[in-house]
């Protein structure tokens, strides 16, 4: 099983990979790992300066004559649309990732927001082993973000989970490109206590659909075995 976690900063992501790690004995994949590598390459500056700086936040929005004058966030953002997909695709991410994957084990990725990067993982495993989570939470958004959230396949009501109550999600923040994937919404506007359980009852809805695939019964006309 691939979760692929779906959302704006802010919404939880990271830590509903970290519990599904912790809880559940997935492990963790990120496309932007993938990105931080390219930039740090592209740029030609140390790893330890580019991180320290990234993961404080003063720093990370603060323009950098190393990076051309870009902050750290933009220098991704342009190493990503300016530099690797016109030159190698817009689903290289996507392909990096999946060669790490080991068909063996369960993974959670983070930041889940471009549907060509779902392409060659859903190649890799197949459709029906990939699941979105998308996060919600009141004011956070996509704004100067290019991901996006994905136009998924919700299997009804059970695929929607309110904590206290729901955050509108503006037409402009959703891909135009559709990926039909079972996929499940959560409405993150309560207390980490109440996340975890939603996230609880998201892996259990997951569990019972990989039991019922696996469950055969006799045809009642022809008594041939069928799996549903």
Known sequence: MILIFNGPPGTGKDEAAAFFCNQFNFEHLSFKKQLFRETIKYFGVK?????????????????????????????????????????????????????EIDLNKNYVISDGGFVEELEPIIDKVGAENVAIVQLTRQGCDFRGDSRRYFDGKFAGESSEIVINYETEIENDFVLDMPAKLLTYRIHNNGTIHD????????????RCIERLAQVQFDHPIRGEKIAL
Do not use: C
Not at 75 to 86: D, G, H, L, N, Q
């Open 195 to 206: 996340f975890f359980q939603s996230l609880i009852s998201i892996e259990y809805r997951l």
């Open 47 to 99: 790893e330890s300066w580019f991180m320290d700086g990234y993961n404080n936040r003063s720093k990370k929005e603060t323009k950098e004559p190393a990076l051309k004058n870009h902050s750290r966030r933009t220098a991704m953002i342009y190493t990503s649309e300016s530099v690797i997909k016109p030159n190698k695709g817009n689903d290289y991410f996507g392909q990096q990732v999946a060669e």
